[in-house]
C-alpha cells in the first residue's frame, strides 16, 4: 500500500465525515422540529462547527499531502480554481456563523435563528456542489 494513497484516503474519510456533518447538522435544525429546539440546536451547532473545522482541516491537508510527494499544490486552473475558493469561503463563513451562533443564539428571536440554519445549510449545499465542480474539472 502506497503511504500517499493511504493518506488521500484517510483525509477523504475526514473531508466525507465533515460534508456530512455540516450538511445533516444544519438541514435537520433547519427542518425537523423538536420538543426543545434550544438543546437540540445548540447540540447541532456543535457538530456543524466540528464539520467546518474538519472541512478545512482536510482541504489543507489534500494540499499538504501533494504538496509533500510532489513538491507542489496540485495544478488546477479555471472552474476548479473558481471551485475551490467558493469552498474555502462556504467553509469560512460556515464556520464563522456557526461560532456565533454558540456565542449570540441565546439573546436571537427564532426567525433570526432559522435564518441562519437556513444560512448553515445553503453554504453546506453550496460547497458540495463546488466540490463535484473541483472534483471533476482538476
Not at 29 to 35: D, I, K, Q
Not at 39 to 53: E, K
Not at 85 to 109: D, E, P, Q, T
Request: proline share 1%; glycine share 8%; hydrophobic share 55%.
Amino acid at each position: 500500500m502506497d503511504a500517499q494513497d493511504l493518506g488521500y484516503a484517510l483525509t477523504q474519510v475526514v473531508h466525507n465525515l465533515g460534508a456530512v456533518s455540516v450538511t445533516g447538522g444544519a438541514a435537520a435544525a433547519r427542518y425537523l422540529r423538536f420538543s426543545e429546539p434550544q438543546v437540540v440546536q445548540r447540540r447541532l451547532v456543535w457538530l456543524v462547527l466540528a464539520g467546518w473545522a474538519a472541512q478545512g482541516a482536510s482541504g489543507t491537508a489534500f494540499g499538504a499531502i501533494s504538496y509533500a510527494y510532489y513538491g507542489r499544490f496540485p495544478d488546477i486552473h479555471g472552474i476548479a480554481i473558481a471551485a475551490l475558493v467558493l469552498k474555502m469561503v462556504c467553509a469560512a463563513a460556515g464556520f464563522s456563523l456557526a461560532a456565533l451562533y454558540l456565542v449570540r443564539a441565546s439573546s436571537w428571536s427564532a426567525a433570526r435563528c432559522q435564518r441562519a440554519w437556513s444560512a448553515l445549510f445553503g453554504f453546506a449545499l453550496t460547497a458540495l456542489t463546488a466540490a463535484a465542480f473541483l472534483r471533476w474539472f482538476s
